[in-house]
Structures are given as C-alpha cells and as structure tokens.
C-alpha cells in the first residue's frame, strides 16, 4: 500500500517508521460520516490509543509536579441513539491517568474513578470533555453535565491530589453555562475559564444573555457564535467577570462568519501560551478541524493562523496541548478503537512542532488516508 506523500504530518522519523510498518498490515474499513468506505491500512492509525481498557475522549492534559496528567471524558455504551443534540455522549463519570515519561510504548497509569454524576447534586447527565488546574496545592476538575431542566452547566470539584478523588460544589458555577470547560494559567497567577460548544452544547441558545429553548444561528455573512472566556476568583470556583465572547478574526481583522465553514469556532477551545504568544485552538465541528489563532491577551481577538489537525476517525475532533520534558505534544481522540464508533473514542498523542515563526505544523494523523 503506497502512503501518499502529505506537506506537514509527523516527524520524519515517526513517518518512516510506520510506512514501513503499513507495508505488512491488515487493513480494515471504514465508513467517517456517511462517506464512502475507505480502506485504511490499521498502520495508518500510528499513534496507538493510550488507553485500551475503556473509551476516552477529549483529552485535557496537564503537568503537574512533573508528571503529565489527561483528564478525558470516559466514553461508553448506554444505547442512546444518535442524535443532533448529542444524546448518544451519555457519559457518567471520570477516571484520571497519568504518565511518566513518553516512550514508544508509553505506559499509562489509571487512578481510577475520580468523580462520578450521582455525586453532585445538581448535575443528572452527560459528563463531557472536563479539564483541570492546580492552584496552591489543591486541585480542581471542572465539567460540564446537563441539569434537571436538561440546560448545561459547568460544575467544580476539588481535590487534594491531581487524580482525585474529586469533592463537587452542591451547584455549579453560577454564570458559567454550555460546554467544554477548559482553565488556561497565566504567568501572572490569573487563571481563566474558556467554555462554548454550538448545537448540543447550547451555546446557541445563550446569546441573549439568559437560556432560550430555541436554536437560532447567524446568517452565514454574519459573525459565528464564539467560545466565551471569564477569569476565575481566587476561589477557583467562581467567575471574577461575566463570561465576554473571544473573538476569532481572520487574516484581515474581520469576525470569523458562519458561512466560513472550515474555520468556525464549533467547541473544544483550548489556550496554550509560548513566550508572550496565546494560541487557541478550537474545533469546527461539521468541517471537523482543528484550527487555531493568535493573540497577545488571552481575551483575544485571536487572528486566525492555521490547522492544528486534519479530521480523525469519527464526527468529533477535540483535543489539548501541553508541554512536557521539552516537548510539544497533542492530545486528540479518534474512534478506531471501535472501529468508528462516534461516541465510542479513545485518547491519542503526538508530538507537536511550533515552527520558528511561530506558526504550528499541522498534524494528519493518518498521512491523507481517511475520507474526509
Ligand atoms: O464528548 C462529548 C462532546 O463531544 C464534547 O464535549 C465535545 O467537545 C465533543 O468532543
């Protein structure tokens, strides 16, 4: 099987090492979003999932105290069906890993669970993508779960440890709404929470201010519905602001339109900071990229820069990055675990290479490969 040549995928190396595995593979088939089924060599899906014992998600990874945690969703089977407000994520609670070094094999340590839904009052379904910050030697998960009247909320829980277990708020952050929480750190001691997902995270229904049952979204020439950013009380458990819109412009200082399919923001905002330089990244749902921006304030505006990663197996594309040992590295899920199951994903990395001009070498995971 020949791999067609791809301008920016993995290191070199890594490449040459996996073409000539993909040479004596088996290949399976599969179908991404009603496409047409493509064969794809199982070589082709290099990085192995970390973790195999059960389904991952949404990997938020993290350094602390030199060792690098991920805190995923946890996937599973509920028989949900499928549908558009994302019913079928029916996940219930949260395991935290941990790695010590990065090796070709790299072992991965599950602590078990850390949090589960029936331990927070307020919240009844749909644990999704968590994330988690330290602060003074205390540890905080932060999710979003729907609540009794089926409206996302972001919940909190703390810990004394990094992988738990985790104790929730009796409510959640009051203020803060919709999906995808994640906690930037600045260099400054400032901590920041970015959330926003559209359609089944209802960032839709939030744009007056208040929740309106109704999905109503812009004209296609109009501005897209950005991810929102509050900073954090020194509590960590409280917004300091009223969640404000981070705006994601083009190269020519213009909103980001609905109708720019493969660059609106979707959900899965992430803010990563080299020297004075913020990166967000995002995923654009449909289109299914990881793209990202530049800014000099974590507020933004962030001035559209590139794709971090092409589509993965399966609807959703969301990911992390984090630095650890030196190293740049990608945190993203795909479904080959099951063999394409949407809601059935397990958590991968890679290693993720910033350019001297400071511009990211985007990552395809499959070398080109995978139906788009
Ligand atoms: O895992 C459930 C949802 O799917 C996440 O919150 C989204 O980002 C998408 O990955």
Not at 129 to 149: I, M
Not at 165 to 170: G, H, L, Q
Not at 230 to 240: E, F, P, V
Not at 287 to 316: A, C, D, H, M
């Amino acid at each position: 099987m020949k791999i067609k040549a791809k301008k920016t995928a993995l290191p070199v190396n890594v490449i040459n090492v996996f073409m000539l595995v993909a040479s004596v593979v088996s290949i399976r088939v599969y179908a991404v979003n009603g496409s047409s089924n493509k064969k794809v060599p199982e070589a082709l899906f290099p990085q192995k999932p970390l973790i195999t014992h059960m389904y991952t998600a949404d990997p938020s990874a993290h350094v602390f105290d030199g060792k690098l945690y991920i805190y995923p969703s946890h996937d599973i089977e509920s028989g949900v069906v499928r549908d558009s407000s994302g019913g079928h994520f029916d996940m219930r609670d949260y395991h935290v890993f941990s790695i010590d070094e990065v090796t070709p094999n790299t072992k991965v340590v599950d602590h078990g669970q850390a949090l589960h839904v029936d331990q927070v009052p307020w919240a009844t379904k749909q644990m999704w993508a968590p994330d988690a910050a330290e602060k003074d030697g205390k540890y905080y998960l932060y999710f979003p779960a729907k609540d009794k009247n089926n409206i996302f909320r972001i919940g909190v829980a703390t810990a004394n440890t990094p992988t738990g277990p985790f104790v929730p708020e009796a409510q959640p952050i009051k203020d803060a709404y919709s999906i995808d929480p994640s906690v930037f750190q600045d260099d400054d001691g400032s901590y920041y929470l970015y959330v926003g997902g559209i359609m089944g995270g209802q960032l839709q229904r939030w744009q007056t201010g208040s929740y309106i049952e109704e999905d109503k979204y812009p004209a296609d020439n109009e501005p897209v519905y950005m991810p929102k950013i509050a900073k954090l009380n020194a509590d960590m458990k409280s917004l300091a602001q009223p969640l404000q819109d981070v705006v994601i412009q083009d190269e020519f200082g213009k909103p980001i339109v609905q109708g720019d399919f493969d660059r609106k923001f979707f959900e899965a905002a992430w803010v990563h900071k080299i020297k004075d330089i913020y990166y967000l990244s995002y995923s654009t749902g449909h289109s299914r990229f990881i793209q990202y921006g530049t800014s000099k304030s974590p507020y933004g505006p962030f001035t559209w820069r590139g794709k971090v990663l092409e589509p993965v197996l399966g609807w959703t594309n969301h990911h992390s990055i984090a630095e650890f040992k030196g190293k740049w590295y990608l945190f993203f899920h795909d479904s080959s675990l099951s063999d394409g199951k949407t809601h059935l994903r397990s958590v991968k990395m890679v290693e993720l290479i910033h350019n001297e001009d400071g511009t990211i070498q985007t990552v395809d995971a499959y070398f080109g490969e995978l139906d788009k």
